[in-house]
């Protein structure tokens, strides 16, 4: 009778603990930020997923933002393994006479590497190393002079290098750059402008960094003394090289940089390597250019071999610094994995499986178009992305994962928690995944409670007509109350 009582003592306290956060959070739910706006989450110990500490709206299909990664990312730990990584290789099509002289081409096998020639991965390199690499191989073959061409091989992929509901608005800059097996240099480059103190006065291109071969550029933006962000776009197609620049930046008197993406990433990586290999006076008769069809590499010579940094590396960039161009490299890469040609319906296809095999999504739980959410048409229910971090506090890859996500004090995942820095022990016991997109703010990731239990959380709103920062107060309270659970 002793234990019956504790045991029924034991499920009401839960219960007035479940009950209380579930009516703080509808509270808080009715700030006026949300008027005429969506908003759902739940939260649940790891261990005891169904028994929700709170569940608004979990069934709805939502916008998930940046919070998508957390699927990509967990399918990719769990299908490729902390340890992968990505090698792209260079060969020569014949060996060299005695001359040195190559009568025949350089190819450039893309393998899928999105760090190649970065270095936001610890292990990295730039891309003038690699390129050095590369033309040091070629001279170690023994080649002086190349009478063909360097053709950079993008057939690992196939389809649109860009997610089909990406907006013009965005295609054209960094963080919407074009997915390509052979990336380099994170498919971007820097666009710098001229001081321009005065505003409303037009802000002219002082340069680009690196120069991209074949590019024009039009701008047509000003300088706003009232904003201090940038607020310039970058408009272009992939394989577009005329880009037109819109918008404002602020004023200033040392001139100011953005960041906008490579129309053709590999087609720039085989430039750098014919700059560079003439550089070591090696000279190029032929001419850099790409191909979809994969050459028989068997009849080759192999060259160099380019290894990535490790996945679990990756992953750290892909949550903590919301890197989307990584994401989406890894979602095609899971396809590749599974044997198929590395398209983005591919890659989201072998994502869906994931997520219905580990039964973390059923069939209409997910609409998906990318891997790094983008895209404001993509569609996940929090219960979806409640039972993937659940999930993977069971998997061995668990570490890797939760420590790919920013605490709140970290300057990579936007300072989406900023007050919590006001209480430091509180800041070590919360890992966030942010997302952020037009109308839309979202965190997901983990807290621990007092004892040390750790609570999985998802909260999203979806269709916010400002971009106050109310919405990132509402959610900093509600996991103030799931850190103070007993």
């Known amino acids: 009778m002793r234990y019956f009582l504790l045991f029924i003592y034991f499920c009401a306290t839960v219960s007035a603990t479940a009950q209380t956060v579930q009516d703080y959070v509808s509270a808080r739910l009715q700030h006026p930020v949300l008027k005429g706006a969506w908003w759902g989450g739940a939260a649940a110990y790891v261990n005891a997923p169904e028994d929700e500490l709170f569940s608004v709206n979990a069934d709805t299909r939502l916008t998930p933002a940046s919070t998508l990664k957390l699927l990509t990312t967990a399918a990719a730990l769990e299908t490729l393994g ?13 060996r060299p006479d005695e001359n040195g002289i ?16 970065s270095t936001r991965v610890a292990g990295a390199e730039s891309w003038q190393t690699v390129a050095k690499k590369w033309a040091k ?28 509901k990406v907006n013009w608005e965005n295609m054209g800059n960094y963080y919407a750059a074009p997915a390509s097996p052979l990336s380099f240099n994170d498919n971007s480059f820097k666009i710098h402008f001229s001081p321009q103190p005065r505003d409303g006065k037009p802000a002219e291109v002082s340069s680009i960094e690196p120069e991209v071969p074949g590019l024009t550029l039009k701008s047509f933006v ?31 008197f040392t001139g100011f940089t953005i960041s906008a993406a490579l129309p053709d990433p590999a ?91 580990n039964r973390l999504a059923g069939p209409e739980d997910t ?18 992305l409640l039972r993937t971090l659940a999930f993977m506090t069971t998997s061995p890859n668990f570490t890797y994962y939760y420590n790919s996500l920013a605490t709140p004090d970290d300057r990579g995942d936007l300072l989406l928690l900023r ?16 997302g952020t997109i037009d ?48």
């Open 82 to 94: 902390p340890e992968h990584r990505f090698q792209t290789n260079l060969y020569a099509q014949k």
């Open 102 to 117: 190559l009568k025949g081409d350089l190819y450039l096998q893309g393998g899928g590497d999105p760090t190649l020639g």
């Open 137 to 164: 191989a070629v001279k170690d073959a023994g080649i002086t002079r190349v009478e063909g061409n360097i053709i950079a091989d993008v057939s690992l992929f196939e389809g649109p290098s860009v997610g089909p």
């Open 222 to 252: 000003t300088a706003d003394g009232k904003n201090k962000k940038d607020n310039a776009y970058v408009y272009g197609a992939p394989h577009q090289n005329e880009l037109e620049i819109y918008g404002t930046i602020p004023t200033n």
């Open 267 to 357: 087609f720039f990586a085989a430039h750098a390597l014919k700059t560079e290999l003439e550089k070591q006076d090696i000279f190029v008769l032929g001419v850099p250019q790409t191909t979809h069809t994969a050459p028989d590499y068997t009849t080759m010579s192999l060259l160099h071999a380019y290894q990535s940094p490790k996945l679990k590396d990756i992953v750290v960039i892909i949550n903590k610094r919301s890197f989307n161009l990584y994401a989406d490299m890894i979602l095609r890469q899971l396809a590749v994995h599974a044997g198929k040609k590395g398209s983005l319906q591919n890659g989201l296809k072998e994502l869906n499986n994931f997520l219905r095999e």
């Open 367 to 384: 609409v998906i178009y990318d891997g790094s959410g983008l895209s404001r048409d993509n569609l996940v229910t929090p219960h979806t």
């Open 419 to 434: 007050r919590f820095l006001k209480t430091r022990k509180a800041v070590s016991r919360v890992r966030v995944k942010g």
């Open 439 to 486: 109308g839309v703010k979202a965190a997901a990731g983990y807290v621990t409670d007092e004892k040390g239990n750790q609570i999985a959380f998802v909260l999203i709103a979806n269709n916010l007509a400002t971009k106050s920062e109310a919405i990132f107060r509402i959610h900093e309270d509600i996991l103030k109350q799931l850190l103070a659970q007993p």
